[in-house]
Antibody, heavy 118, light 111 residues
Framework: EVQLVESGGGLVQPGGSLRLSCAAS????????MHWVRQAPGKGLVWVSR????????TYADSVKGRFTISRDNAKNTLYLQMNSLRAEDTAVYYC???????????WGHGTLVTVSS | QSALTQPASVSGSPGQSIAISCTGT?????????VSWYQQHPGKVPKLIIS???NRPSGVPDRFSASKSGNTASLTISGLQAEDEADYYC???????????FGGGTKLTVL
């Protein structure tokens, strides 16, 4: 059974940093593209970033480019999202997602809430 | 403002059929087959219910169907049930600098 468990969310001041983690199990993590998708409170879904199975290829939404860094540790079956220079508009539930095929998010974690506020 | 346009809300009575539209451009919905739909119940995780414009993953009831015409995709739910009350999001591959774009979501109310 595929399981994705996010952690690391919390309250952070504007300009601060936070690192999210997503522990994966139930599939071959090291050969799978992984994604982060976020959802602001009461708002819609927004794709944030993706990373290839070997970590060599990463892509970011324009809104986070240069501030967020996606990475992975295949030995630990864990996905990360390092978030720097956080802004109020980054406040959201952050989901990690596993895709079986490009462009479709087949499995989602339960999400972790990030609140950026002073 | 979301890249794909969905109605904010739709409603229907049990047993009825409803349709939710998702309008984009030739750079996303209209140009590619990579259109999908997600169902999200309040406080829950999104669930993929349609991929590749009209394909239902295993376990999704056949009451859910979808299609695309030009730059507009549509999700139809027939024989509405109370459990269908949820938010629905469309998504599409896009040639813009981002990977995929989502619609703003449609809240379905079963009266």
């Amino acid at each position: 059974e595929v399981q994705l468990v996010e952690s690391g969310g919390g309250l952070v001041q504007p300009g601060g940093s936070l690192r999210l983690s997503c522990a994966a199990s139930g599939f071959t993590f090291s050969s799978s593209w992984m994604h982060w998708v976020r959802q602001a409170p009461g708002k819609g879904l927004v794709w944030v970033s993706r990373i290839s199975g070997d970590g060599s290829t990463t892509t970011y939404a324009d809104s986070v480019k240069g501030r967020f860094t996606i990475s992975r540790d295949n030995a630990k079956n864990t996905l990360y999202l390092q978030m720097n220079s956080l802004r109020a508009e980054d406040t959201a539930v952050y989901y990690c997602a596993y895709v079986l095929r490009p462009y479709y998010f087949d499995y989602w974690g339960h999400g972790t809430l990030v609140t950026v506020s002073s | 403002q979301s890249a794909l346009t969905q109605p904010a809300s739709v409603s229907g009575s049990p047993g009825q059929s409803i349709a939710i539209s998702c309008t984009g451009t030739s750079s996303d919905v209209g140009g590619y087959k990579y259109v999908s739909w997600y169902q999200q119940h309040p406080g829950k995780v999104p669930k993929l219910i349609i991929s590749e414009v009209s394909n239902r993953p295993s376990g999704v009831p056949d009451r859910f169907s979808a299609s695309k015409s030009g730059n507009t995709a549509s999700l139809t739910i027939s024989g509405l049930q109370a459990e269908d009350e949820a938010d629905y999001y469309c998504s599409s591959y896009t040639t813009s600098s981002i990977y995929v774009v989502f619609g703003g979501g449609t809240k379905l109310t079963v009266l």
